[in-house]
């Protein structure tokens, strides 16, 4: 069985079937995620609103709101984060609009542990990808002054923080660069400035 690729991926399962939710759940601890479960569309937008979430697991089918809607609505908060639906009747068109909503993955029931964590890896890693621009683009905001995803030192900032990620292998170190509130504070600013100090004029 795959491991998670990242320590500290933050997974929000959405299912109303307190057994399934519970099988799921499991078999993602002991790939070493994060897993937090709620039993409803409307739970699963409140707790993203309390924290952020790497990797969204959702069935497609819920109650007054489906995954899908659920999935159009957290994609317009936040555009990293990965969605994974699982589904008891796939089809093509069940995928089609699955892709739609920017799902990663779309997966048939009954799951087993290995394909949940094949889809999970690749879920994951899209993810890191993505908090890899973000905290790229936060980090040479806030040090040049400016933006622009042409500009030659952005491209070595995103490699920075990139090869910082990848020795790290914490995800938690890229939500809080990303999203913080006052990033300069955080462990992984004060890592890019040991590395980008030569190269961008700091303020």
């Given amino acids: 069985m795959t491991n998670a690729p990242f320590r500290n ?3 929000l399962v959405v299912d109303d079937e307190s057994a399934i939710r519970e099988i ?7 790939m070493g995620y994060n897993v937090s479960t709620v039993d409803s569309a409307e739970n699963a937008i409140r707790s993203f609103e309390m ?27 936040d555009a990293a984060v990965a969605m994974v639906f699982i589904t ?7 995928m089609a609009a699955a892709q739609q909503v920017g799902a990663i993955q779309y997966i ?3 799951i087993s542990p290995e394909d949940l964590a094949e889809n999970m890896v690749i879920a994951a890693r899209w993810n890191i990808a993505q908090l890899i621009t973000r905290a790229a683009e936060k980090y040479f905001a806030i040090r040049s002054g400016r933006m622009s995803i042409l500009d030659n030192k952005f491209q070595r900032t995103k490699a920075e923080v990139k090869n910082i990620a990848l020795y790290k292998q914490d995800a938690a170190l890229l939500v809080e660069l990303a999203y ?13 400035d040991d590395k980008m100090a030569p190269y961008l004029r700091t303020v």
Avoid: C, H, W
């Fill in 108 to 110: 048939a029931k009954p």
């Fill in 24 to 30: 799921v759940k499991r078999n993602l601890l002991t």
């Fill in 180 to 192: 913080g509130k006052n990033p300069q504070s955080t462990e992984f600013f004060r890592l890019m």
């Fill in 88 to 94: 008891g009747k796939p089809t093509t068109k069940g």
């Fill in 51 to 77: 924290r952020s979430y790497n990797i969204l697991v959702s069935d497609i089918r819920l109650g007054k709101m489906d995954g899908l809607t659920l999935g159009n609505k957290l994609r317009e908060k």
């Fill in 9 to 11: 991926i933050e997974v």
